[in-house]
């Protein structure tokens, strides 16, 4: 997040709220990642890979082989 | 990553079987995709089981060692907005589905700084939410979540950074908060969360 970098020569209680704005924006992306990864690691509800594997016989079945 | 491209032969089945592979492993960050455009668990997987689908029916047209996530991604992108269109969820993201925005389904150990964040980001214009969710959650590169979403890398960048103030302002008002706590109380307990859950990044 450079965005939110300090620049050097910033006066000190400057430079400290921009500290402070650097360390809050990177807890909250921790958080946000926390959130969306909740819920990549949830189990894969069963429904999805039996429609994958419904589509992968309807496209080899009928061909031959 | 536009369709425009040369006659795809029929490929044989070996790249079906990899394409399936990869497919497989994108499933649970689909999900997740859409579960924050969506806010609704059921209309989430619904909505990623068709994304996956078209995914699946498109395959010639995508070529293998390219980024298949961004591509899957922008397929279940396209597929909301149009659902979207046709009217399925016509109405403004209402509080109560807000709410649920990113919710996990079953996860009582959520810390409660979870549901502040959950409630922030619902408050936010939903382009702005999606773009912070590609760049901020998804681990897309500025220039993937412009392809995603059509639109150019200047404008992901600075829904990314207005979506990033609007969610700092909104978690310092303590505007979302239900248990009556300041918000400075909020803010600790977000930054104690935070340190708890800081660690290397999987995926």
Partial sequence: MKDNSVQPGTPPGKRASLEETRLRQQAIGVKLRHLFDEVVNE???????????RADERSSGGSGE | MS????????????DDAAFKRELVVLIPHLRAFARSLTGDPTAADDLAQD????AWDARASYQMGTNMKAWTFMILRNQFY???RRSWRQTQLDQEAAERTLVAVDDPGSPIALDELRLALATLPEEQREALILVGAGGFAYEEAAEICQCAVGTVKSRVSRARKALQATLDRGGYARDGRAAGDAMRSILAAADRLSGPRQV
């Fill in chain 2, 51 to 54: 994304a996956m689908m078209k």
């Fill in chain 2, 3 to 14: 369709g425009a491209s040369s006659p795809p032969l029929k490929p044989p089945s070996a």
């Fill in chain 1, 43 to 53: 189990p894969v509800p069963d429904a999805f890979l039996e429609i994958l594997r």
């Fill in chain 2, 82 to 84: 149009s659902e979207k």
